[in-house]
């Protein structure tokens, strides 16, 4: 089975620069995803294909992808951006997700 | 816009039965899979399955067969997880999720949580 696997936590000050990793084998040759999730709400996409950004998205959220590895940057992060980080990708038919990454921005 | 709004939360006891709602508007319910997604306490997520919303054909995942069905009442572009015979490790919360994992269509529910304790 595949895995994915993130820091479990990014801490930054506001206006910098934040960058989660997502790592694993599948990411070679699949799409990766990227959502966000902040406490008692739904999931939000944030990327898509590797490097997609769906409409409506601030423009500061973009992804990258190297290898086995894909790169979520939060150029200029928000307060409000604070919030779990899921990577995840499609695989054989299977959804495989990351183990998030809690982004702490203050 | 697109929605996904679950049922409310549940609390059944060990080997009670429980049956979680997903109601899709804002897009053709039949256009995109539905997926089922737990999440336990203070653990990661994981996928459940999926259910095909043209044919209703139901995917297991691994680890989620046979206490687990996935089922759909397209009339009312409802999907439906029901869990029988619970027991307290099936406390989590359960998500259903709609995504076209080539494109940027990606919605997902609020999220039930079922606790299962005597």
């Known amino acids: 089975s595949y895995e994915l696997t993130q820091p479990s936590s990014v801490s930054v000050s506001p206006g910098q620069t934040a960058r989660i990793t997502c790592s694993g084998d ?13 406490p008692g709400q739904a999931p939000v996409l944030v990327i898509y294909k590797d490097s997609e950004r769906p409409s409506g998205i ?21 307060v409000e951006d604070e919030a779990d980080y899921y990577c995840y990708s499609a695989a054989d038919n299977n959804l495989v997700f990351g183990g998030g990454t809690k ?4 | 816009q697109v929605q ?23 897009y053709t319910f039949t256009s995109y899979a539905m997926n089922w997604v737990r999440q336990a306490p203070g653990q990661g997520l994981e996928w459940m399955g999926w259910i095909n919303t043209n044919t209703g054909n139901p995917t297991y995942a691994q680890g989620f067969t046979g206490r687990f069905v ?18 307290a490790e099936d406390t989590a919360v359960y998500y259903c999720a709609a995504v076209a994992v080539a494109g ?15």
């Open chain 1, 58 to 78: 601030p423009e500061r959220f973009s992804g990258s992808s190297s290898g086995t590895t894909v790169t979520l940057t939060i150029s200029g992060a928000q």
């Open chain 2, 4 to 26: 996904l709004v679950q049922s409310g939360s549940e609390l059944k006891k060990p080997g009670a039965s429980v049956k979680v709602s997903c109601k899709a508007s804002g």
């Open chain 1, 26 to 38: 599948v990411l070679a040759k699949k799409y990766a995803r990227w959502f966000q999730q902040k």
């Open chain 2, 70 to 87: 996935f089922s759909l009442d397209t009339s009312v572009s409802t999907a439906y997880l029901q869990i029988s015979s619970l027991k």
């Open chain 2, 104 to 118: 940027p269509f990606d919605y997902w529910g609020q999220g039930t949580l079922v606790t299962v304790s005597s």
């Open chain 1, 103 to 106: 982004l702490t921005v203050l």
